[in-house]
């Protein structure tokens, strides 16, 4: 008569098995001898501000991981303005329109003295068709910057632009590209 296998007594074997080929592993993996390693981490260091790095990870384009470094800003620092207009900023890089306007709003409502919170507002509502209230909101912008930002009185002139041509075709409507400009600040550009 034949015995049958069953997976019990397989496994069995097979850790056995494995327990005594791991006995014969060294018990460390060799420095490279030219001392090129990685270094280790030093916990005695502070972590690095987490609206420093989300404005750095802007810059390099890496919107959803700025958001994430955004909020874990956000809970040690708490939801400041600074911190939902950055947040607001990395939603709008990611094509998120509703979540970016909400959190510029919500940011403008707590301080209304930040231009570039109003400049990516002006954006968001560019990008989403509501022509005169970006123009308003440009405007305000441009008056808290006092004109000394090139980027908010060139998304003026262009929402001003298309505010005096309501009438332009699809196509020439989608000639306008936003384009990030800084740590939070956005900038609406022709298409070459």
């Known amino acids: ?13 097979a850790i056995a098995v494995a327990a005594a080929m791991a006995g014969c592993v ?21 972590a690095e501000d987490g609206l420093e790095v989300g404005n750095r ?15 874990r800003a956000a809970l040690t620092e708490g939801l400041t303005p600074e911190i939902l207009t950055s947040m607001g900023t990395a939603n709008l890089g990611l094509g ?24 990516n507002l002006g954006v968001v509502l560019m990008e989403r068709g509501e022509v005169k209230e970006a123009e308003q909101v440009f405007h305000r912008a441009y008056a ?16 001003q632009e298309k505010s005096a041509n309501p009438d332009k075709s699809v196509a ?13 600040d956005f900038l609406i550009r022709k298409n070459p």
């Open 1 to 13: 008569m034949r015995e049958q296998n069953t997976p019990i007594p397989t496994l069995l074997k």
């Open 26 to 46: 060294p018990d460390r993996i060799p420095e490279p001898k030219d001392g090129t390693f990685a270094p280790g981490v030093d916990h005695r260091k502070a």
């Open 57 to 71: 990870l802007m810059a390099a384009g890496q919107h959803e991981l700025a958001l994430e470094a955004f909020t």
């Open 96 to 119: 998120r329109l509703g979540q970016a306007e909400q959190l510029l709003r919500r940011a403008l409502k707590e301080d209304d003295t930040r231009p570039e919170a109003w400049n």
């Open 144 to 159: 808290l910057d006092n004109g000394e930002s090139d980027s908010i009185r060139d998304n003026l002139r262009l929402v």
């Open 172 to 184: 020439q409507t989608e000639a306008y590209k936003v384009v990030q400009r800084g740590n939070a």
